[in-house]
């Protein structure tokens, strides 16, 4: 299994991003997915998740009503769209594949599959 995330890049305080997460293989619609991001010097953190069919998401509250993730299972990916970004946003963005049930996506332990990463840095 791989997973693939692109999207990341500078962008100014305000502004909008969307990050992409391609699964490796057709499996993907079986699978529960999650966003993470580690900012430098700190721990990692839960982001948002979504269930395998789309329907049923659940985000940390410091995104909520900025943050929207989704999920196409044809093109076995999932999005996270970032609105209004600010500086405490600057992070590395991760995707990956849980191994829980939606009641249980927000800690990094029921996850099992990881993408390398892409980096959001937000400008002041």
């Known amino acids: 299994v791989q997973l693939q995330a692109s999207g990341g890049g500078l962008v100014q305080a305000g502004g909008s991003l969307r990050l992409s997460c391609v699964y490796s293989?057709?499996?993907?619609?079986?699978?529960?997915m999650g966003w993470f991001r580690q900012a430098l010097g700190k721990e990692r953190e839960f982001v948002a998740a979504?269930?395998?069919?789309?329907?049923?998401?659940i985000s940390a509250d410091s995104v909520k009503g900025r943050f929207t993730v989704n999920r196409v299972n044809a093109l076995n990916t999932v999005y996270l769209k970032m609105n209004n970004l600010n500086s405490d946003d600057t992070a590395l963005y991760s995707c990956?594949?849980?191994?829980?049930?939606?009641?249980?996506?927000?800690?990094?332990?029921?996850?099992?599959?990881w993408g390398q990463g892409t980096l959001v840095t937000v400008s002041s």
């Open positions: 990956a594949r849980a191994r829980a049930p939606f009641s249980d996506l927000t800690t990094s332990i029921q996850y099992d599959y």
């Open positions: 293989n057709r499996a993907f619609g079986n699978y529960n």
């Open positions: 979504i269930d395998w069919s789309g329907q049923r998401t």
